[in-house]
């Protein structure tokens, strides 16, 4: 079983929906857990970060965790063709000093 | 304040070539970190240092590849002799490690091509 994983994707909506992005992992002790956002051809950038179960909400986007279900998940809310990107979802394993990422979602919004 | 900062951001070169990456981290960032992403293994994390010492490199594929931080703002990865399997991104990334989390911010990349 890999550490993080994603759904895999790719996944299309249409403009100002709700794009919904998922991620489990394995290690019940994670405590931190990130979103990062990766254009193509750039590096990623750091979108969100939530380390208590429930809801953080920053703008159009909102990360959910479940510890008890190791899920978090991300959602876009009125999606925008800027946000057409790939997601990576990355989790402290056991607050180590290192972040393992998930192979990412793609995701297209479509004008 | 400045990003981490890479280079070169693209290189070319020729099969059997020494290829030496360079990173500047974040000022006062006490740890660093390469990943290498390529499309069909996505973002691995090839070592870290924590205060300059190397805490991990298992991810390091092979002995062709080194790396070392010889003081809190430099960091270099090597392979030499370079393949046309090491043809990827190497990211250099670094942290302000606290027990509250592990953020990090990743510079722009240094994009290799082995031929």
């Known amino acids: 079983q890999k550490e993080v994983e994603q759904n895999s994707g790719p996944l299309s909506v249409p403009e100002g929906a709700i794009a919904s992005l998922n991620c489990t992992y394995s290690?019940?002790?994670?405590?931190?857990f990130f979103w990062y956002r990766q254009y193509s051809g750039k590096s990623p950038e750091l979108i969100m970060s939530i380390y208590s179960n429930g809801d953080k909400e920053d703008g159009r986007f909102t990360a959910q965790l479940n510890k008890a279900s190791q899920y978090v998940s991300l959602l876009i809310r009125d999606s925008q063709p800027s946000d057409s990107a790939t997601y990576l979802c990355?989790?402290?394993?056991?607050?180590?000093?290192?972040?393992?990422f998930g192979a990412g979602t793609t995701v297209t919004v479509r004008a | 304040d400045a990003g981490v900062i890479q280079s070169p951001r693209h290189e070319v070169t020729e099969m059997g070539q020494e290829v030496t990456l360079r990173c500047k981290p974040i000022?006062?960032?006490?740890?660093l970190f390469w990943y290498r992403q390529t499309m069909m293994r996505g973002l691995e994390l090839l070592i870290y240092f924590n205060n300059n010492v190397p805490i991990d490199d298992s991810g390091m594929p092979e002995d062709r590849f080194s790396a070392k931080m010889p003081n809190a703002s430099f960091s270099t990865l090597k392979i030499q002799p370079s393949e046309p399997r090491d043809s990827a991104v190497y990211f250099c990334?670094?942290?302000?490690?606290?027990?509250?989390?592990?953020?990090?911010?990743f510079g722009e990349g240094s994009w290799l091509t082995v031929v």
């Open positions: 990355a989790v402290n394993l056991s607050n180590d000093y290192k972040l393992s």
């Open positions: 990334a670094s942290s302000l490690y606290r027990d509250s989390g592990n953020t990090i911010y």
């Open positions: 000022s006062g960032h006490n740890s």
């Open positions: 290690d019940r002790g994670s405590q931190s």
